[in-house]
């Protein structure tokens, strides 16, 4: 089992930056894939980004060039940080982080609210 926690949402304006955080621990060598997925209101949930354990990245069209996803290995805990520059408003969503396993099921966190003003 896998237990996933985001931190890092908040209030930024239009231009700014945020670091949300994702901290996963447990079973973490059964971790294939760590991604970053949002929602918007009314919206789907959608990919924004996910690193593979072989360090593939893969991101959403519309944060190319100004999200980075990284990861920081520990002990006993898995960190995969999402560096989000040049904010737009429509990046406004609740970012959620989840954990893939090589088998078994997806584990998910909590949320973190990220809100950009114009």
């Known amino acids: 089992q896998v237990q996933v926690v985001e931190s890092g949402g908040g209030l930024v304006q239009a231009g700014g930056s945020l670091r949300l955080s994702c901290a996963a621990s447990?079973?973490?060598?059964?971790?294939?894939?760590m991604g970053w997925y949002r929602q918007a209101p009314e919206k789907q949930r959608e990919l924004v980004a996910l690193l593979t354990n072989s360090g593939t990245t893969n991101y959403a069209d519309s944060v190319k060039g100004r999200f980075t996803i990284s990861r920081d290995n520990a002990k006993n805990t898995v960190t995969v940080y999402l560096q989000m520059n040049s904010l737009k408003p429509e990046d406004t969503a609740v970012y959620y982080c989840n954990a893939v396993l090589h088998v078994g099921p997806v584990y998910w966190g909590q949320g973190t609210q990220v809100t950009v003003s114009s």
């Open positions: 447990g079973s973490i060598a059964s971790i294939n894939v």
